[in-house]
Antibody, heavy 122, light 108 residues
Framework: QVQLRESGPGLVKPSQTLSLTCTVS??????????WSWIRQPPGKGLEWIGH???????TYNPSLRSRLTMSVDTSKNLFSLNLSSLTAADTAVYYC??????????????WGQGSLVIVSS | EIVMTQSPATLSVSPGERATLSCRAS??????LAWYQQKPGQAPRLLLY???TRATGVPARFSGSGSGTEFTLTISSLQSEDFAVYYC??????????FGQGTKVEIK
């Protein structure tokens, strides 16, 4: 079955840019049947949807993060990526990648990656 | 943005008892609602989608109901492995997709 795995730095300095990658195995990101999402969770808090990307590179971002966010996809490597700039301590969180089940009206998240803790600190 | 509000924040329940969790949307989301379970140190796990359809492998003791703005997750007889945090998520209006703040089900 499809599995997702996040990778990236555990510690990033304030004002810098966070780069995370989600590698997909057990299925093709190019199938065209799914959006591929990023979701984050600050320590001890709830879940926040960051945005998603389609295999063609079309993106939709959370308006609250849009000005700092860039997502990309590499279909040859079956992975997608997130870049979040101008980091502050408020961006400290576990970052998850997840697959949206479908495109229209079926946008629940399943499966999820195991999560990658990112701490923003000098 | 649709705001999802879950209640209560914490629910204390004894094993074997029924747990009822609520999720309210700030505007109608039709039946486009999912429920997730999250245990400490783990990613969320999909339990239900379309308000009441159980995901693959989810035990029948988990059930969901509701439409529009009011939704309920019921765990009919709590098992030890069910003590966790539960989140609802709407996927009717975007961006963004939004989650509730979670309900923690703890052992009484």
């Amino acid at each position: 079955q499809v599995q997702l795995r996040e990778s990236g730095p555990g510690l990033v300095k304030p004002s810098q840019t966070l780069s995370l990658t989600c590698t997909v195995s057990g299925g093709s990101i190019s199938s065209g049947d799914h959006y591929w999402s990023w979701i984050r969770q600050p320590p001890g808090k709830g879940l926040e949807w960051i945005g998603h990307i389609y295999y063609t590179g079309v993106t939709t971002y959370n308006p609250s993060l849009r000005s700092r966010l860039t997502m990309s996809v590499d279909t040859s490597k079956n992975l997608f990526s997130l870049n979040l700039s101008s980091l502050t301590a408020a961006d400290t969180a576990v970052y998850y990648c997840a697959r949206e089940r479908g495109l229209f009206g079926t946008n629940w998240f399943d499966p999820w990656g195991q999560g990658s803790l990112v701490i923003v600190s000098s | 943005e649709i705001v999802m509000t879950q209640s209560p924040a914490t629910l204390s329940v004894s094993p074997g008892e029924r747990a009822t969790l609520s999720c309210r949307a700030s505007q109608s989301v039709s039946s486009k609602l999912a429920w997730y379970q999250q245990k400490p140190g783990q990613a969320p796990r999909l339990l239900l989608y379309d308000a009441s359809t159980r995901a693959t492998g989810v035990p029948a003791r988990f059930s969901g109901s509701g439409s529009g703005t009011e939704f309920t997750l019921t765990i009919s007889s709590l098992q030890s492995e069910d003590f966790a945090v539960y989140y609802c998520q709407q996927y009717n209006n975007w961006p963004p997709w939004t989650f509730g703040q979670g309900t923690k089900v703890e052992i009484k």
